[in-house]
């Protein structure tokens, strides 16, 4: 097996979702996907890429985490701290494999172990629609489950949440009533929030620029729902999730790359 993963970008910004949203991230996008979601902002990473070893993604990670590294200390760069209180804290910058489908190629499994191995925290977006079992124990998965909006709700791969551990996230993308409604459902079903942090993600418009023919339509019947209405529907049915918005995409016009 050849050592090379076709990468669309590798870009440092800020995280933008999830319990570390706001850390500094150097975001490894690898190309392809096998979903259409109806919200897909990523369309340019089904297709566009370039082959790279993981010898020289390790090296451009390294060259972009370089400043965040304290000069007169010469602990590994991902070396976990103690807080006061005695919890972890995770030294920045994060890694993040995202895409496109980061499990779509199969070395994407040997750059995380060799990330993880460098002392870098390390996480994995993924669609939910793959075996999440092989990844390293010690990247954080943040991993979707696709509401019926996403018009992929049926390539949901049930089995990986027995696989889900304290220290993975579980996503939800929500776009209209209904999604929310099927989230919610999903809660108490799978007891989902005895498992980990649960969010639920406000879908921010697609620009006219980032449609794509290919993305599935959103099912006929749904209703939209505002940031605001999700909101305020996560408080008055009391869930215990975590409401979030794309950071990067209020900081940044919303279809600017790597951001
Ligand atoms: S899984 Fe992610 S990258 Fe793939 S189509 Fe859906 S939103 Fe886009």
């Known amino acids: ?14 995280q933008g979702e999830s319990t570390f949203a706001g850390l500094p991230c150097v975001f490894i996008r690898l190309t392809a996907c096998d979903l259409r979601c109806s919200y897909c902002d990523t369309a340019y990473a089904f297709t566009e890429g370039k082959k790279k070893s993981l010898e020289e993604i390790c090296t451009e990670v390294r060259q972009l985490a370089a400043p ?12 976990a701290k103690r807080s006061g209180d005695g919890s972890t ?3 920045v910058p994060l890694v993040e494999l995202t895409g496109g489908e980061p499990l779509l190629q199969k070395n ?22 793959h075996d999440i079992s092989p990844v390293d124990p010690r990247v954080r998965r943040i991993m979707d489950l696709k509401c019926p909006g996403s018009g992929e709700a049926e390539r949901n791969r049930w089995a990986n949440l027995k696989l889900l551990k304290a220290t993975d996230e579980i996503k939800f993308v929500i776009r209209t009533v209904e999604d929310y409604e099927w989230a919610r459902r999903q809660i108490p079903e799978h007891r989902l929030n005895l498992v980990c942090p649960l969010l ?3 879908v921010h418009p697609l620009a006219p620029e980032q449609q794509n023919k290919s993305l599935k339509k959103v099912p006929a019947g749904q209703t ?22 794309q950071l990067h995409k209020i900081i940044w016009p919303p279809k600017q790359r790597g951001v």
């Open 89 to 91: 804290l995770n030294s």
């Open 1 to 14: 097996m050849s050592d090379t993963l076709v990468v669309n970008e590798i870009y440092l910004s800020l």
């Open 68 to 79: 965040f590294r304290p000069p007169l200390n010469p602990q590994p760069l991902g070396a």
């Open 108 to 129: 994407s499994l040997p750059l995380m172990k060799l990330l993880c191995d460098d002392g870098f925290t390390v996480l994995l977006e993924t669609s939910g629609a």
């Open 200 to 202: 639920f993600s406000w």
């Open 224 to 245: 939209a729902v505002s940031r605001r209405e999700l909101a305020e529907r996560i408080i008055a049915d009391a869930l215990p999730v975590r409401f979030q918005v």
